[in-house]
């Protein structure tokens, strides 16, 4: 018989451990923890198509660009990410479960919290060509700097084409 079955007469003294991390609190997190983070969205690359559709602005439009249109990256590849760099990117509120949100790579803000409100500590990338951590799903990294890697060197996490890394030291 099932010893967590609703028929047992004699249910276990205590719940199974249950989750995949172990903290010093001699707890197990369960899989299922819904975690709140802010992630920074640098904007889509133009395609090859956009030039073809591209329509004339006006004589009195203004001349500087949007931040929004300005490129999330250093302008020299392989330099880490500075404040200046990301501070027009959009913010984007994600949801993720514990067991698809790696331990080693949560920023301080979410050390007994669920949820990190802080706009700095996740990166949103779409592939990139400057580095490859040892993720087997990796695309590519742009930023290289500041990154949080575990200890076997992955430092990314998420979808495909949307990987989110976290900023070693918060901004």
Excluded at 11 to 30: A, C, I, V
Excluded at 55 to 72: D, G, N, Q, R
Excluded at 74 to 82: H, N
């Amino acid at each position: 018989m099932d010893p967590h079955s609703y028929t047992n007469p004699h249910p276990p003294s205590q719940p199974p451990k249950l989750g995949l991390y172990f903290d010093l609190l001699d707890e197990y997190e369960p899989g299922d923890t819904l975690y709140t983070i802010n992630v920074l969205c640098p904007p889509k690359p133009a395609s090859r198509l956009s030039k073809l559709f591209a329509i004339p602005k006006s004589p009195t439009s203004p001349v500087s660009p949007s931040p929004a249109l300005l490129s999330p990256c250093s302008t020299i590849a392989k330099t880490p990410l500075y404040w200046p760099d990301v501070k027009g990117m959009k913010l984007k509120e994600i949801k993720l479960k514990a067991y698809n949100f790696p331990h080693e790579l949560r920023c301080e803000h979410l050390d007994g919290e669920k949820t990190c409100k802080n706009a700095g500590c996740y990166v949103l990338e779409r592939s990139g060509t400057g580095w490859k951590c040892a993720n087997s799903r990796c695309e590519g990294h742009i930023y290289s700097g500041f990154v949080r890697r575990k200890e076997d060197g992955v430092a990314c996490f998420g979808r495909k084409g949307e990987r989110i890394v976290c900023i070693e030291e918060g901004m």
